[in-house]
């Protein structure tokens, strides 16, 4: 006799908010204790990102540069000093800020955090360091545009907010020729400071700990915050195609211009774009891949910037299916408009968010991030169970609306 699964409650994702510490430099230092793990990691987060800077590539280039030779150490030095100890470094940058990781041992916390310091207070830019680093950029940016994702990708924010705009604009790869040693000094010292950032820490984390974390923060200038630098008025394409000789595939974006996760309704968003494309079942991923072959995959997504927010969907196929593809994918978007999803493909929908969720928090280091994201949105953790109970309420006519 065949017998249903039992159908269980499911779990409240409930996460402790961090401790906030408020450093005599004014830097904010977040800890989030997990004394059962023995590692920890140290994410530092600077208002430094690309829309920041006056010199073309100058925000990502001061920030992957900050390990290439310090005061002290040389770049040699500094990796293998990282390495002798298990320790990882990270560097992110985007339109709005840089992302500065350490992971370690516990019980290399402090060796590791002599290292950071060096890194983090007394990056010295040697200039070959740079001549190399701008030469490899260079050619990497030349070989990454010959590609039709890259080039779509570029386009796509150029004609959702324009090519003047700090989150459209686009630099030719002679760019990197004009960045010179001066401008990145000169974007670290303006914006690597206490008043440009805050710190998280999460993982084993003790009194020895908390000393040496203060004891690195503290030490970054307590300067004024830099001024928020003025967006021109955003400026929209409907449409944009290039042609790209030879090649077998077309990069299609698709998008439409919304608003930041602060707005009401991004949660509900999210449940959108999880139904249309957020998922291998998903209504795209069963119309071009499933139904049609079009494509390997496709997705969509929100994306939240610090001022603007957006939906796009992503996607490449056969350049001769190109415009079968854009046709279903419009008519998948206004079959979600007109038609009243199903509560069973709703609630598949929802399990896989909140899974998903569960499954980003299952440690220490994902806590942290998703931490991180709260503190940009000007939130503590609790909004997490606030937008899982968000997610569990949406009902088929609020996906439709």
């Keep these: 006799m065949k017998q249903h699964p039992v159908t269980t409650a499911q779990p409240t994702i409930e996460i402790a908010d961090a401790e906030l510490l408020t450093l005599r430099n004014g830097m904010r230092l977040y800890l989030l204790p997990a004394n059962e793990f023995a590692v920890m990691r140290l994410s530092l987060v600077f208002r430094a990102g690309s829309s920041r800077q006056q010199v073309p590539f100058s925000a990502s280039a001061t920030a992957n540069l900050l390990a290439e030779g310090s005061e002290h150490m040389t770049a040699r030095e500094i990796s293998e000093q990282l390495d002798f100890h298990g320790s990882y470094f990270d560097v992110n940058t985007d339109r709005d800020y840089a992302y500065i990781s350490f992971a370690m041992l516990s019980k290399f916390v402090r060796p590791t955090l002599e290292v950071a310091a060096e890194i983090l207070l007394h990056p ?6 740079v001549e190399t680093y701008r030469l490899k950029r260079k050619q990497r940016l030349k070989i990454e545009r010959q590609k039709v994702d890259v080039r779509a990708r ?20 002679e760019a990197y020729d004009r960045l010179t040693r001066a401008d990145i000094v ?17 993982g084993r984390i003790g009194e020895e700990e908390r000393s040496a974390l203060c004891a690195l923060l503290e030490q970054f200038p307590a300067t004024e915050p830099t001024p928020r630098p003025a967006f021109p008025p955003i400026r929209q394409q409907h449409a944009v195609r290039l042609k790209h000789e030879g090649a077998v595939q077309s990069s299609i974006r698709i998008g439409r211009l919304l608003f930041p996760r602060e707005h009401p309704d991004f949660v509900g968003m999210q ?19 499933e139904e049609h072959g079009f494509t390997y995959g496709v997705i969509s997504a929100m994306v939240n910037f610090e001022r603007e927010g957006y939906l796009a969907i992503a996607t490449q196929v056969g350049s001769e299916v190109t415009e079968a593809a854009l046709t279903e994918i419009h008519a998948e978007i206004e079959r979600l408009r007109s038609e009243r999803m199903s ?4 609630q598949l929908v929802k399990n896989i ?12 280091f994902g806590i942290a991030d998703v931490t991180i994201e709260n503190i940009l949105c000007g939130r503590t953790n609790a909004v997490i169970t606030e937008n899982v109970e968000r997610i569990r309420r949406t009902t088929p006519e609020e996906v439709q609306r």
Excluded: K, W
């Design 124 to 129: 010295t830019f040697p200039e070959e360091e």
């Design 353 to 364: 968010m909140t899974g998903e969720m569960m499954r980003i928090l299952d440690g220490p």
């Design 154 to 173: 570029e386009a796509f924010a150029e004609a959702m907010f324009g090519a003047e705009h700090p989150y459209g604009e686009r630099f030719d790869e």
């Design 271 to 289: 449940v959108v774009a999880a139904a249309l494309g957020g998922y291998f079942g998903s209504r795209l991923m069963q119309n071009l891949r």
């Design 186 to 202: 000169q974007f670290y010292r303006a914006h690597y400071t206490a008043a440009n950032a805050f710190a998280v820490c999460s």
């Design 343 to 346: 509560e069973e493909e709703l």
